[in-house]
Every structure is written in C-alpha cells, then in structure tokens.
C-alpha cells in the first residue's frame, strides 16, 4: 500500500494543516464508517476522511466519529467548526469537494500505469468490470469502486489505485451538462470506450444529441497517441468518431469491423478479427445481444494488448455481474432476475432482450419501475416502454409505484395478452408475485435504484 505525504497534500488543495501534522496518510475515505484504524503502535500512518456536504448530511457532523474510529487526520472546510480534541490534525481547504478532486489530481500525476477511461449511457460497470478483469491477466489493476464515477466517486476511485498499478480502468459519469470535462481532465486516461448512448438523465439535457456531446468528452480528452475503442452498431458512431483524435478500434454485432461477434446459439459468441475467416467460441454469463456487444469492448482491449483469445474466453466465462446487475436467484423453483440496480428507456429495453432469449421451463413474468431523471420524456417514456412489451414473449406484467402505472397504461393500451396487475408498493407486488407465478418461471425486475425492487424479492418469501 502506497502512502500519502501530508505536505503533498496541503500543496495540492492549497491548504493548511492545523493541530499537527499526521506522518503520512495511508488511504482517503470520505465515509467515516469505512475508516480502517491501523493496528501498529504507535500509529504512523492511516485513514484521512474528507468531509464532505451532501444534500442531506454534512460530513463535517462525522469528524469526531472519524476520529474515534481510527482516522488519523480530516480534510475540513475553513468555515465549518468541528468538533474533535486539538490533538487531531485538520487539513483545512476552502471547499472540501474541490479539494477531492485537487488531491486525485495530484495523485494521478504520481501514476505510471495506463489509464482507461469509459462513459455511455448503459453499460458502464459491466464494460468497466470485464476490462479490468481482462487487464488483470498482464499486471495489477485499478479499477472503479462499484460504479463510482461523479466528483467523488471517481476521484476516491483514482485515490486508490497504486503508482506501480498496471493499469486502471474507471468509470465516468454524468447527470448535468459540464460534469464530463472536469473528471475528464483529473483522468487523463489514455484509451477511451463508449458503451451505448440514450435517453438518460434528459431531465437535465435539452436532447439526446446534448448527451452526445456531452459523452464525447472523453474522445476529446485523448491525444493523438490515445485509443478510442467505439461499436459500429451505435446510431451515434459516426459523431463519437468524428471527435476521437488518435487512433479508433471498432467493435460490432452486424457489420464489419475490427472485433465482430455472431451469436453462436444460447450463451455463445464467435469473435472474428478483421481479416481472419476462422472465428473464437467465448461462453458468456448473460444471455442477450447486449451482454455479447459489452464482451466485445473487453475482448477488443485484451487483444490489442496481446492478450490470446483462450486467456480472454476464460476470462469472459467467469465474469459475473455485480449485485443487482442481472443477479440470478432461486426461491422456490422459480428464478429471479434482478437487474434493478438503474433503468432508463435504452437499459430497459435491452435488459428485455436478454430476458426473452434466456431459456426459461415456465413462463416469463415481468415486475417493472419507474425511470428517473427523465424530466419532459417521464410520462411518454413510461408508456412507450410499456407499448413495447407487447413485441415480448410474457405471460404477464406487474409494476410498481406511480410511475409503473404509466408502463401499465402503455402495455394495455396496446393490447398486451397476459393479466396486468398495478401495485402501489413492493409489498403488495411481492403478494401479487407469489399469486401468480410457479415453480419453473422466470421473472425480470427491472426499474431505476431509487424505486426499490430489491424489496420485492426480500419480501416475497413471506407470502410463499
């Protein structure tokens, strides 16, 4: 584990250090309930917590609980009085987020691993998770922490890579016009990947071609020596191409390119290089057109770094979602699939896809959410998503909240075969759920994180 100079740190924020100066600085956590207290004595090094305000907690109200757990300094606001003894050092900044994103800044120039950088609108974490798995078969790697990928997730992230690391392979993401640049520039990645584009947080953007652009940071920020990594497949592929400065590794399902898949029955994919006639079997872990197409985009690095396809396929094999990313479960017989982790109209229509080619002894239910943050297109979305599922093999339909009411509506207006039933919460979707399906179904939940469909699955065993 690498340490922090506290000197460096000061330098970097513009700072100050008050009540001492710690030895040195072992990680930067900004959740005092993360704090790991080093166990040596007398204590040399340890955890800096930065204090952070959020829009419902101010982290300035946890520096003492910081403190009793082990923390060996805080980064503070000048203006923000703490309560803790005048033994404990405070590195004091003028404003606590900037100054996370100075101290990542700082680190970053520390790095001697190449850096990957990766943005779209679904996609992320997957593309983010079989990278760096990939990667990890030439040298220790860096990689984002779950899917942190704002100003604070993506700098913590950054913080905890090592100056000898490899490689590191990071997410970034966006809510608001101009997030894209700034993280953009802390980063400095090397080589870029774009997963799929789409209507997500349009609440925020005036159009999908704002969320183009605003996406297309990340081509801009590589040089002429970068490596953008874009799929032929996309609507917006010729704008991403048109921004990416270096050289461009493509990847495709339907046309020619430098890594093309073909689906090669249930699970299975043939990769064909450019030039090559003969393909490569890769199994992978999640049924769907969409799962064979985030593959590629690792596969693609892996082998511009050399890498032979066995390594690769063995790797692509073993890769497994993060929880609420297609989780598979069983209870009872019946399979669940939860990939309620976030939602918007591309993510739901692709997660869809996946469920309907994914082989099943029974039916296939459908247990549906709200999407958020889609502003003027909330209502409209709703419904069209609701109109599409008709095109689905499914035996029936159950939403949750106000929002799924909407999919409902568009479902039945246009004229979806199986029985739909509108809950109010996941309580009574969990009762429903029970009601209605049997040993050998399969059911998809599918909605953003903040409607809370986790709480079906925990709730369903009561009423089975």
């Known amino acids: 584990m690498s340490e922090f100079n506290p000197a460096e740190l000061a330098q970097w924020t513009n700072g100050e250090w008050l009540n001492g100066v710690p030895l040195a600085i072992s990680r930067i956590v900004h959740d005092s309930r993360s704090i790991q207290p080093r166990t040596d004595q007398p204590v040399r090094s340890g955890d800096l917590y930065v204090a952070l305000r959020g829009d419902r907690h101010d982290g300035h109200a946890f520096v003492q609980e910081a403190m009793r757990r082990g923390a ?52 992320k974490t997957s593309v983010k998770e079989m990278t760096a798995d990939v990667l990890t078969r030439l040298g220790r790697t860096a990689r984002s922490l779950g899917n942190w990928n704002n100003d604070i997730g993506l700098p913590l992230s950054l913080l905890s890579m090592e100056p000898h690391d490899a490689f590191g392979v990071f997410e970034i993401g966006m809510n608001h016009p101009g997030e894209m640049a700034p993280l953009c520039d802390v980063l400095k990645p090397s080589w870029g990947i774009m997963t799929p584009v789409g209507s997500v947080h349009a609440e925020f953007f005036p159009s999908v071609q704002a969320i183009v652009r605003e996406k297309a940071e990340l081509l801009k920020s590589l040089n002429e020596h970068g490596v953008a990594v874009l799929c032929k497949d996309d609507p917006w592929y010729d704008d991403f191409r048109n921004e990416a400065h270096g050289r461009v590794v493509t990847v495709s399902l339907r046309s020619e390119a430098d890594y093309r898949g073909e689906p090669d029955g249930p699970g299975r994919m043939q990769v064909y290089e450019r030039g090559e006639r003969d393909g490569h079997v890769y199994h992978l872990p999640v049924p769907g057109e969409y799962t064979m197409s985030n593959a590629l985009r690792a596969i693609a690095v892996g082998r511009e770094h050399g890498l032979a396809h066995g390594d690769l396929a063995e790797t692509i094999r073993q890769y497994r979602p993060l929880p609420m990313r297609w989780t598979r479960m069983e209870t009872d017989g019946r399979i669940l699939i939860n990939d309620a982790y976030n939602s918007n109209p591309l993510s739901m229509r692709v997660a869809l896809d996946a469920f309907a080619e994914m082989p099943a002894e029974g039916r296939k239910w459908l247990v549906l959410g709200g999407m958020l943050e889609l502003g003027d297109l909330e209502e409209p979305a709703h419904l069209e998503a609701g109109r599409e599922l008709v ?74």
């Open 72 to 123: 060996v300094a805080a980064l503070v606001e000048r203006m923000s009085p703490v309560d803790v003894s005048d033994e404990f050092p405070l590195l004091c900044v003028d404003h606590a987020r900037r100054a996370l994103m100075d101290l990542a800044r700082g680190h970053r120039k520390r790095l001697r691993g190449k850096l990957i950088g990766i943005t779209g609108s679904v996609g």
């Open 391 to 464: 095109r689905g093999p499914w035996a029936g339909l159950i939403t949750v909240g106000a929002l799924g009411k909407w999919i409902a509506d568009g479902a039945e207006q246009e004229g979806f075969a199986g029985p739909i039933h509108r809950c109010e919460h996941a309580d009574e979707a969990a009762r429903t759920l029970a009601e209605c399906v049997r040993a050998g179904d399969a059911v998809l939940l599918k909605a953003s994180r903040a409607e809370r469909l986790e709480e079906v699955v925990e709730r369903l065993p009561e009423y089975t």
